[in-house]
């Protein structure tokens, strides 16, 4: 039961210092290069307070053998110091071999960090030094009673455990480390990976117009008047493709917003009339169901814009044509801490796979997609403290929630009253 408790005071703590690793790299922060110390500080303390017991003291050393393999010299001294004083002044311990055991100790450690030493044999000569002093103050202390043979096997069995503990113990953190580093190295190779396969992607994207313009240009015969007014846009066109995409490309590594208190409802409105005319073209009927009122955000009204156009023009390129009624629905709904803007369409959906990375950069199924415009969106609201949800099934459609956050304390608040189907709502 003692030895289950020790491994308790040790692993636990390594396990919390491995987990703040994996959180540091998962969320690109640097890692504390002075947790590990405290946190073996740390457990010299827990055995202090928890474990008063001289006989059942086999693994508080490890802490202190874990900072020596580390090579963290000042760590070892303030445990050894700590240790010292702990086992003469509360276990009466006798000054004289204790002191000898941790300067024998340190200058283990000496030779061990000259590379002299491998990690095993440092174990080794750690648990044959502990052995000697336990030796002796059971034999020639006679600090207990018991026979000569009992006491042989009581320092060999504490010696084995102490070596299993603390090699299992010291490899779990090695490992544990290596494993950590290794996925954050991962995650960033991986990123490497998506920039590197994006900026191949955008220099093909870029490539294929100025191949068409070129091939064009060699055909062309400025003394052919039909060549000539057949080619020029053509290749206008495919200049106006490029430089397209170059803006979206600006647009994403240099976003910016400028919030202002805007209504909301108006900017939606306007956005709907800059776009009616385009449904009509397309037979696409639009329902909308925005109140005839005033609800004033704290937003980026070009931004904002910019989002709610792109999704609209997603979901009219997403209708299926051979449908007979191509539509797509707006609809609003205000709750006391969040405004929604629910943009859905009867298109042709998206699969799992599409629908898990429709927001990442550089990803489209169109022909001619860039696969900025959604990622852009995604980046504009998370700017904005909000959020874009994309949910869809194959084949029926797709919708799209906006989520903006609402400022209740805004001087604007009297203004948050809607009417008919958008009555505010009480957050669940």
């Given amino acids: 039961m003692n030895i289950i408790i020790d491994l308790v005071i040790i692993i636990l703590p390594i396990s919390l210092y491995l987990l703040n690793i994996a959180y540091n790299n998962n969320y690109k922060r640097t890692n504390n290069k002075y947790l590990l110390s405290m946190i073996l500080i740390f457990e010299t303390f827990l055995f202090i307070i928890f474990r008063n017991n001289l006989n059942s003291l086999i693994l508080i050393n490890i802490p202190l053998l874990i900072a020596y393999l580390k090579r963290y010299e000042v760590t070892s001294i303030i445990i050894s110091f700590i240790l010292l004083l702990y086992y003469i002044i509360y276990l009466k311990y006798n000054i004289y071999f204790i002191f000898l055991e941790y300067v ?42 018991n026979p000569f043979i ?21 490899i779990f ?7 950590m580093n290794l996925t954050g190295a991962i995650k960033e190779l991986e990123k490497e990976k998506v920039l590197r396969t994006s900026l191949f992607k955008m220099t093909h994207e870029i490539k294929n117009p100025i191949a068409v313009c070129k091939g064009y240009l060699d055909m062309l015969d400025i003394n052919d008047k039909n060549k000539v007014n057949k080619y020029i846009p053509i290749i206008k066109g495919e200049i106006d493709r490029t430089l397209t995409l170059m803006d979206d490309y600006l647009e994403y590594t ?9 209504d909301i409802y108006m900017l939606m409105n306007e956005v709907i009339d800059s776009l009616n005319i385009y449904f009509k ?23 904002i814009k910019q989002v709610i156009v792109n999704i609209l023009k997603n979901s009219s390129e997403a209708i299926d044509t051979k449908k007979e009624k191509m539509i797509i629905k707006i609809n609003t709904k205000l709750t006391k801490k969040y405004f929604y803007i629910t943009i859905e369409d009867n298109g042709i959906g998206m699969d799992n796979y599409t629908l898990s990375n429709v927001t990442n950069l550089f990803f489209t199924t169109k022909k001619n997609g860039t696969g900025f415009g959604t990622s852009l969106s995604k980046e504009i609201m998370e700017l904005h403290n909000g959020s874009v949800k994309y949910d869809s099934i194959l084949g029926v459609g797709t919708k799209v929630v906006l989520t903006f956050p609402i400022d209740v304390n805004n001087e604007f608040e009297n203004n948050l009253s809607v009417v008919g189907d958008n009555t505010i709502l009480s957050d669940q």
């Fill in 150 to 170: 009992i006491n042989i096997l009581d320092i060999l069995l504490k010696m084995i455990i102490f070596y299993i503990c603390s090699y299992l113990i010291f």
């Fill in 173 to 179: 953190l090695e490992r544990g480390e290596e494993t």
């Fill in 281 to 303: 073209e397309h037979n696409i009927k639009l329902i909308t169901n925005i109140p005839d009122d005033e609800l004033y955000l704290n937003i980026d009204y070009n931004r």
């Fill in 254 to 262: 240099k976003i910016k917003v400028n919030k202002d208190i805007t």
């Fill in 104 to 145: 024998l100790y340190y200058v283990i450690y000496i030779i061990f960090n000259k590379k002299i030493l491998r990690r095993e044999l440092h174990i080794y000569i750690f648990i044959f030094i502990k052995s000697m002093i336990l030796s002796i103050e059971i034999f020639y202390f006679n600090i207990n009673n």
